[in-house]
């Protein structure tokens, strides 16, 4: 497999990751997310060992996740508050 498409099927992995995530939030479920920074930095690694010329196509990829993430991060912020705020306690 070339350096590209380990980067693009690692990318993918991670993406569909997220995404699980996003869907599991917003049904109310509970998220298992241990994995996501070993994947993540695994993509990392994969970016800086790509070709310099290939580099600007990779950021592009990690910025789209970075949008992603930061999602995932409102959603599971929101969930907290409303579990925290939904508790029921006086």
Do not use: K, N, W
């Not at 949008?67 to 409303?82: C, G, P, W």
């Amino acid at each position: 497999m070339s350096a590209r498409a380990e980067f693009d099927a690692e990318a993918g992995r991670v993406a569909d990751l997220i995404a699980d995530a996003r869907r599991r939030v917003a049904a109310g479920e509970s998220v298992d997310l241990v994995r996501m920074p070993i994947q993540v930095a695994h993509l990392c690694e994969l970016a800086l060992a790509a070709p310099a010329d290939d580099r600007p196509d990779l950021r592009a990829v990690l910025d789209a996740l970075m949008v992603d993430l930061d999602a995932l991060t409102a959603d599971l912020t929101a969930q907290e508050e409303s579990r925290a705020g939904g508790g029921g306690e006086p």
